[in-house]
């Protein structure tokens, strides 16, 4: 694992990112079967009918509806694109359409001892290694790729960490490989002048408009 001060850049990006690290995101676990808590705004007292999604009436389906989760609030990282990020935002959309997928940041020592090593020299796809970083991250931990989901961007104001370029190419790579189930040989070769070739130099940057 590089160290931390190659990881993070030395103050926040300008602009929520790819790779930021926020605080005080729920993250979380839609569970099986489905429950549904159907809010009555007749009530002053905020009080709301509770359901199995299998047991809605065709009267109720038109109603304002929320699903109930299994979810903590902790750190957690933006692994969406950037152009993803501002995409509704720079269509003009309203704010309550800005989203981003949030995937939680969990301490290293949640991972089975004997995979902790394997974690920070980014040999297991899918959790990728974040060292600690002063009072922000206070241990050595990891984002777990299989647990994200989108929440409104405007639930994301409390960022603490940006990744360095560095850390951001890492991480790209990684994500490749988890989502793939492939990886780049090592070393890169040329199939006809049998040159060396660097991984950077095999993708090019696409962007939405």
């Known amino acids: 694992m590089s160290d931390s001060d190659d990881w993070y850049t030395t103050s926040l990006r300008s ?9 005080a995101v729920p993250t979380g676990l839609i569970d099986d079967p ?9 009530e002053p007292s905020g009080r709301a009918r509770y359901a199995l999604a299998s047991q809605l009436t065709e009267r109720s389906a038109n109603k304002p509806k929320f699903v109930h989760a299994r979810f903590g609030l902790g750190l957690g990282m933006v692994l969406w694109p950037d ?11 309203p704010e309550r359409e800005w989203i981003a997928a ?3 940041v969990r301490p290293l020592s949640d991972v089975p001892e004997e995979h902790r090593a394997e974690v920070a020299t980014l040999e297991r796809a ?3 290694p974040l060292p600690p970083h002063g009072a922000e991250l206070t241990e050595h931990s990891f984002v777990d790729f299989r647990r994200g989901w989108p929440i409104r961007q ?11 370029d560095e850390a951001l190419a890492a991480l790209r790579l990684h994500l490749f490989w988890f989502i793939t189930e492939l990886s780049f040989r090592e070393p890169l070769v040329c199939p006809h002048c049998r040159s060396g070739l660097a991984v950077a130099d095999i993708f090019q940057r696409n962007t939405e408009e």
């Not at 489905?34 to 007749?42: F, Q």
């Not at 152009?83 to 959309?93: G, L, P, Y």
């Open 15 to 23: 602009e929520l990112s790819q790779g930021d690290i926020v605080r």
């Open 34 to 42: 489905i429950t549904i808590c159907v809010p009555d705004n007749a």
């Open 83 to 93: 152009c993803q990020i501002d995409k509704q935002k720079n269509r003009e959309r």
């Open 102 to 104: 949030v995937y939680p």
């Open 126 to 128: 899918q959790w990728f």
């Open 154 to 164: 405007t639930l994301l104001s409390g960022r603490v960490l940006s990744l360095s």
